[in-house]
């Protein structure tokens, strides 16, 4: 009787874990929808302000003022980090904190290496290993343009005043519930497209290129860190909502077992109490 007292509670246990992930799984997924549309709805956008940033920068000469692509020796690296404040997602954040530490060791070895985190589970394991320039969990209580213009200005000076020479952005990239995809994009200086294409374009500047440029490059920049932002938080929901779904069916799982296990055993002690009461009744009559 002990091991079917233990078997009832492991099998209320695993109901109980059962039910908290499937209820994780469908706040996940309700959260999903609305990142997945913000993210949908502001790509065609900035994948155009790229585009025209790229067009642009062909036509870029010494005299465009734009120091924002102007390339310096790479003595100090920044590596902005992306995670999320919350784990339960499955390989979300582990992911983003290893493709910092592959470029750290390989891509800037020999360079001096900080890193700005932006959730708190990348701090947590970077800071053990790094020097962590500032850390923002506060961004994804209001995740918003002008938040993330903030950070991105912050990012575009410590550029200007020569603290690093380059900036770069490590971040989950949505691409269904299912799956994320760990991009590291060049976030300054920017990187200059000079193919035979873009030089052949004939564009008209008003008021004039110099004004142009300097309005339309940090509008670039902002939306790239606001795109980034967005992909990692609809990657979270995603990675959430697939993980929780696996725990549910592996929960549901282990407690059919469980159910199988403890009737097997129920039937088994009836047969002996059984057993026990016939062969006391025989005894009996003997």
């Known amino acids: 009787m002990a091991n079917l007292k233990e078997l009832r509670s492991r099998i209320t246990s695993v109901s109980s874990t059962m039910q908290i992930t499937k209820a994780m799984k469908m706040v996940s997924a309700a959260k999903l929808n609305k990142a997945q549309d913000a993210i949908t709805q502001m790509r065609p956008y900035s994948e155009k302000l790229t585009q025209l940033l790229q067009d642009l920068s062909a036509t870029l000469d010494d005299d465009s003022g734009s120091k924002f692509a102007e390339e310096r020796e790479i003595k100090n690296v920044l590596i902005v980090a992306i995670s999320s404040n919350k784990g339960l997602a499955g390989a979300f954040n582990t992911n983003i904190i290893k493709a910092v530490k592959y470029k750290a060791k390989n891509d800037y070895k020999a360079k001096n290496i900080d890193v700005y985190t932006l959730g708190k ?34 990012l575009m000076q410590l550029f200007l005043d020569e603290k690093y020479d380059k900036i770069v952005l490590v971040y989950n990239q949505f ?35 110099l004004e142009i440029v300097k309005d339309l490059i940090p509008k670039s920049l902002k939306m790239q860190l606001f795109k980034a932002l967005r992909d990692s ?52 009559n003997g």
């Open 233 to 284: 938080f609809a990657s979270e929901h995603g990675a959430r909502m697939t993980a929780m779904h696996k725990a549910t069916e592996n929960a549901t799982e282990l407690r059919d077992d469980l159910k199988l296990s403890y009737n097997k055993a129920r039937q088994a002690s009836i047969t002996n109490e059984i057993l026990e009461i016939v062969g006391g009744a025989e005894a009996l």
């Open 121 to 154: 589970k990348a701090n947590d394991i970077l800071k053990k290993e790094y020097d962590i320039h500032k850390n923002n969990n506060e961004i994804y209580d209001d995740l918003s343009f002008e938040n993330a213009s903030a950070i991105a200005e912050e």
């Open 175 to 209: 691409k269904n519930a299912a799956t994320q995809i760990v991009q590291h994009e060049q976030f300054l200086p920017i990187e200059q497209f000079d193919s035979e294409e873009n030089k052949q374009l004939d564009y008209i500047f008003e008021p004039s290129k």
